[in-house]
């Protein structure tokens, strides 16, 4: 029988991401324990004891020296849970140091928290359904939707909406810079694409990087785009455009009813 979490242990907790956890957490009744770097032992051990689920909200590049430090304190009937924007890749390294129920998650809107409709987290089995369950409903506790997805689909989808978008956009504004004078040419819309991604290129340029890195779907992504570009080398613009269209479709429209359909019933 599933048990619901209410102790939790919060790794990162001073990060914006940890941060949220922790506010939202013990806004839902939870016991939360919070650690922090420096990550010692003695702090490690006090904090995990008793707690239902060890929640790593530390960059993926930080994961094995985190489990390395953490894994040995574990119970085995402890969740063990991360919030990276990749999952396939902290799963893995999850379950080979925890022989206790592993699930990955990824709250698809950041550390601030948008529109409570914008609030997704996606949930990706690792080990153990009952965990899975669990962590989806205390996911649901918190006030976000949790939508239960698989590693690779999760990593594929996300080297399309986040890695490709970080690449292209980069690659975009690295070709008009090059060109000398183009100032004098910048139009409003050119300055409202540069405002949104004023956040991407200053200050999480090193997060997206490593997301595109430890991706394993992001080289894939930019070939299926390296096509699309061919397209238009090839002076087909107007079927790209035609795609594109999609996003205003009935067919969009329809797959986003069905996917509010999909968490009402799993709400049922």
Not at 172 to 197: C, D, I, N, Q
Not at 198 to 222: G, I, T
Not at 230 to 245: H, I, K, Q, S, Y
């Amino acid at each position: 029988m599933s048990r619901e979490i209410r102790t939790l242990a919060v790794v990162g907790a001073r990060g914006e991401m940890g941060a949220m956890f922790v506010s939202r957490a013990k806004a839902a009744g939870c016991e939360v324990r919070t650690l922090d770097k420096p990550l010692v032992e003695k702090a490690a051990r006090e904090a995990l004891a008793g707690a239902d689920m060890v929640l790593l909200c530390v960059p993926i590049d930080a994961m094995g020296p985190v489990l390395g430090i953490l894994a040995p304190l574990l119970t085995k009937t402890q969740i063990l849970c991360d919030v990276c924007s990749v999952k396939a890749t902290p799963l893995r390294q999850m379950l080979a140091v925890h022989e206790g129920p592993v699930v990955g998650t990824h709250p698809l809107f950041g550390g601030v928290l948008p529109a409570p409709e914008d609030r997704r987290v996606a949930v990706c089995p690792g080990r153990g359904d009952e965990a899975l369950a669990e962590v989806s409903a205390f996911m649901e506790r918190l006030g976000f939707i949790s939508f239960t997805v698989s590693a690779r689909e999760h990593d594929q989808g996300q080297s399309l909406v986040q890695g490709l978008n970080f690449v292209t956009t980069v690659a975009y504004l690295a070709t008009v810079a090059s060109h000398e004078g183009v100032l004098k040419f910048v139009t409003p819309s050119f300055r409202r694409r540069l405002e949104a991604a004023r956040k991407m290129c200053l200050r999480d340029a090193p997060m997206f990087e490593a997301m595109f890195e430890s991706n394993p779907a992001s080289q894939e992504a930019v070939r299926i785009f390296r096509s699309h570009l061919n397209v238009a080398a090839g002076g087909d613009v107007d079927l790209l455009v035609e795609r594109a269209r999609w996003w205003w479709s009935d067919e969009a429209r329809r797959q986003e009813t069905t996917s509010g359909a999909d968490h009402a019933t799993n709400q049922a």
